[in-house]
Nanobody, 121 residues
Framework: QVQLVESGGGLVQRGGSLRLSCAAS????????MYWIRQAPGKGLEWVAT????????WYADSGKGRFTISRENAKNTLYLEMNSLKSDDTAVYYC??????????????WGQGTQVTVSS
């Protein structure tokens, strides 16, 4: 059974930083590309970042380029998202997932319960 547990969210001032973590279990973490997605208040799910299974390649939505860093520790079955220079628009619930957004929406990928990030101005 896929289990993904996010942590590290909280209230931070504009321009601040946070590091999110996602503990994975129930599947072979090291063989999956992993994803961060988010949902802002009143909006739909939005893809944030992707990392390939070995961690050699990463991709970012334009909203996070240059500010967010996705990484992973396969030995610990853990995914991370380092977020710097946070903006009010980054306020959202952040989820990790073991499939792309379309698979999350269609129920073909696992995702966690999310961690709230609130950026105050």
């Amino acid at each position: 059974q896929v289990q993904l547990v996010e942590s590290g969210g909280g209230l931070v001032q504009r321009g601040g930083s946070l590091r999110l973590s996602c503990a994975a279990s129930g599947f072979r973490f090291s063989t999956y590309s992993m994803y961060w997605i988010r949902q802002a208040p009143g909006k739909g799910l939005e893809w944030v970042a992707t990392i390939n299974p070995s961690g050699d390649f990463t991709w970012y939505a334009d909203s996070g380029k240059g500010r967010f860093t996705i990484s992973r520790e396969n030995a610990k079955n853990t995914l991370y998202l380092e977020m710097n220079s946070l903006k009010s628009d980054d306020t959202a619930v952040y989820y990790c997932a073991n499939g792309p957004l379309r698979d999350v929406i269609d129920g073909r990928a696992g995702w966690g319960q999310g961690t709230q990030v609130t950026v105050s101005s």
